[in-house]
């Protein structure tokens, strides 16, 4: 298809211009070729396709920084437990049962979720990410893939194979809309002599490192207890910080271990609702991102959220953190929006995405805000963070190429992917009664 052109819109293009008023964009092949006034737009181009956003805002794309997508399946299965109750006694026994088509079938339904809420990367941890690779390719998103690894299981040794085998494999695939990561699962689960293979691994394969860290003041006390520290200087310690690494959580960093991941230049993926709803507490964003850290948003799997649903997380991010603070300046809406879109795309170092402006790629969505929730319009900013919703996303496009507009996915077939994850979710509720 030659250039696509979005006209009629306000553009807000998180490259620090604010809101550009009767804007539009222009897309060719898989990047940005103009996105600014109407009346500068470049001369000489006839786009194949023209799309009227009657008066919508288009922005980047969202970064869903850190999730387990095909626990879709397993959404409202184990409500309202503690982390480690709810890990050991009902997802870890029901993730042993698990099998390649359930993950793909249940990453399709988080593409699915994502893309209707106009998301268009994340960074998913999971297992069989053979499966979640071809569910990503044929979804048409962009994301970061780490093969969780329990460094203390017997599956430790499978899981570096599975590892390698996925960069060689997926790393730059899609036509680099899939890059790879290596994914220890924490430092609790992964001791320090395994955590140096990890690295070893890393160097030798030229990837980064996702791991969750410092979630629970359960895990603050065991490594305290185990190795006299805290999970931010134990990597520090390990050498795992000198790798590119990106951290979620980090719930209960303190001041010297935020003052580690700025140093380090780790990205933090930012999980508000998923740390509520099981009750680890209230990450310090501000005190990171007072520090010079590079902090993105994420919503976890959807067994602890229970949605992939950043608009949300937007919110939730914002107000918790104006509530903990005791100060409602705390973390302003512009400062949210940028977590969602350019921080998260920092945070997971990709630098083509999370900026609309020229030669960056054509990772955008275009909201619909002629509703009555989003009426009067007198700041967008706030709109979009404390107001909008996932449904009001009216189109999502994802390398230049249209994902989901006038209610359609062009991808995927939503129906099919409902039932088929439906059906796979039944087997694994009925299989673990028995």
Not at 130 to 143: F, P
Not at 247 to 270: M, N, R, T
Not at 365 to 371: A, E, G, K, P, S
Request: aromatic share 4%; glycine share 12%; charged share 20%.
């Amino acid at each position: 298809m030659g250039p696509v052109l979005i006209h009629n819109v306000f553009l807000l293009p998180m490259d620090g211009r604010g809101v550009v008023e009767d804007a539009q964009v222009l897309v060719r092949g898989a990047e940005i070729l103009y996105a600014g006034p109407a009346a500068s737009l470049p001369e000489g181009f006839s786009p194949a396709l023209t799309i009227d956003g009657r008066g919508g805002v288009v922005m980047p794309g969202l970064v869903n920084c850190h999730t387990h997508a095909a626990m879709t399946l397993l959404r409202s299965y184990a409500d309202d437990l503690p982390l480690m109750r709810w890990l050991t006694e009902a997802i870890w026994p029901l993730e042993d049962r698990m099998d390649g088509e359930d993950i793909y079938w249940g990453t399709l339904l988080a593409c699915l979720e994502m893309i209707r809420g106009g998301v268009t990367t994340f960074a998913d941890m999971y297992f069989f990410m053979d499966a979640a690779a071809r569910a990503v390719e044929r979804a048409g998103l962009r994301a970061s893939l780490s093969r969780g690894l329990i460094g203390n299981g017997p599956a430790a040794e499978k899981g570096l194979a599975e590892s390698r085998e996925l960069v060689e494999k997926w790393h730059g695939a899609a036509g680099g809309r899939i890059t790879v990561m290596l994914g220890p699962h924490a430092p609790y689960t992964c001791p320090p002599s395994y955590l140096a293979r990890v690295i070893e691994l890393s160097g030798e394969l030229g990837v980064g490192i996702h791991i969750h860290v410092a979630e629970t003041l359960g895990e603050m006390a065991e490594i305290k207890e185990k190795y006299g520290t805290t999970p931010v200087d134990l990597l520090l310690k390990t050498g795992l910080l000198e790798r590119p690494v990106l951290a979620a959580h980090c719930v209960h960093a303190g001041p010297e271990d935020i003052a580690v991941l700025a140093d380090k230049k780790v990205g933090v993926a930012h999980n508000p609702e998923s740390n509520m709803k099981l009750g680890s507490g209230i990450a310090p964003v501000q005190d990171m991102l007072r520090a010079g850290v590079r902090v993105g948003l994420g919503t976890d799997g959807a067994a602890s959220n229970n949605d992939q649903d950043l608009f949300g997380e937007m919110r939730s991010a914002a107000m918790l953190a104006k509530v903990a603070a005791m100060d409602p300046t705390v973390l302003p809406a512009s400062r949210v929006l940028h977590m969602a879109t350019a921080g998260g795309a920092a945070a997971l170092g990709l630098s083509g995405t999370g900026v609309l402006a020229p030669g960056r790629k054509a990772d955008l969505v275009l909201i619909d805000i002629h509703q009555p929730h989003l009426i009067p319009r007198h700041d967008l900013s706030g709109h979009l963070v404390y107001a909008a919703r996932a449904s009001d996303v009216a189109l999502t496009m994802v390398d230049g190429r249209v994902l989901w507009m006038d209610g359609r996915f062009t991808t995927l077939d939503d129906e099919e992917i409902m039932a088929r994850a439906g059906e796979k979710a039944a087997r694994l509720a009925e299989t673990s009664l028995k």
